[in-house]
């Protein structure tokens, strides 16, 4: 995935937290100050997105409790959608459900297939504070539902069942993280 203009040459790539670091586990707290620091995070957050080629970024897997998540994927028509979101809301989360296979970047190497809705909408404002609404279907629905469950403490794992959640209790209990 290529990197959008704006984020070319900005932003410190930092290392993305794994499973097992508390900061994954931690409801994350709202954004209370819209300024630069907030700006070079996203910064970050992009570089450190890109490096590991990811879709989706949410400020604690580089251990930053905050109500921030980046994202660059694609839609189910292939339309590329390029953002950020402070203090998110999922506001909506329907149609069919589709099980997918879906990784996480906080999970490197695990892939499993994951229930996900068909379409959502997240509610939040910019890194300047202005309101967003941000609509996605297919995979960049995945991808806001996703985020939204890191921002809450969860990791798509804790999405799974049956089968598929005892495999990946396997893969993890046997140090494939």
């Known amino acids: 995935m290529s990197k959008p203009e704006a984020a070319r040459?900005?932003?410190t790539v930092r290392p993305v937290r794994r499973l097992g670091d508390p900061v994954l586990r931690t409801e994350c707290d709202p954004v209370r100050a819209f300024d630069a620091s907030l700006e070079r995070?996203?910064?970050?957050?992009f570089a450190s997105m890109y490096e590991a080629n990811g879709a989706g970024l949410a400020a604690n897997q580089i251990g930053v409790p905050l109500r921030v998540f980046v994202y660059d994927c694609k839609d189910d028509e292939g339309?590329?959608?390029?953002?950020?979101?402070?203090?998110?809301?999922?506001?909506?989360?329907?149609g069919d459900t589709l099980e997918e296979p879906e990784g996480c970047l906080?999970?490197?190497?695990?892939?499993?297939p994951t229930p996900r809705y068909a379409h959502a909408v997240v509610e939040g404002v910019d890194v300047k504070g202005e309101p967003v609404r941000v609509e996605g279907?297919?995979?960049?629905?995945?991808?806001?539902?996703?985020?939204?469950?890191?921002?809450?403490g969860q990791v798509y794992i804790d999405v799974?069942?049956?089968e598929a959640r005892r495999e990946a209790m396997r893969a993890i209990r046997g140090g494939r993280v």
Do not use: K
């Open 79 to 94: 339309r590329r959608h390029v953002g950020h979101v402070v203090n998110p809301t999922l506001v909506a989360a329907d």
């Open 41 to 45: 995070l996203i910064d970050d957050m």
């Open 137 to 152: 279907t297919g995979y960049f629905a995945r991808c806001l539902q996703h985020e939204t469950g890191h921002l809450r």
């Open 9 to 11: 040459g900005r932003g």
């Open 106 to 112: 906080s999970l490197p190497g695990l892939n499993f």
């Open 160 to 162: 799974l069942s049956g």
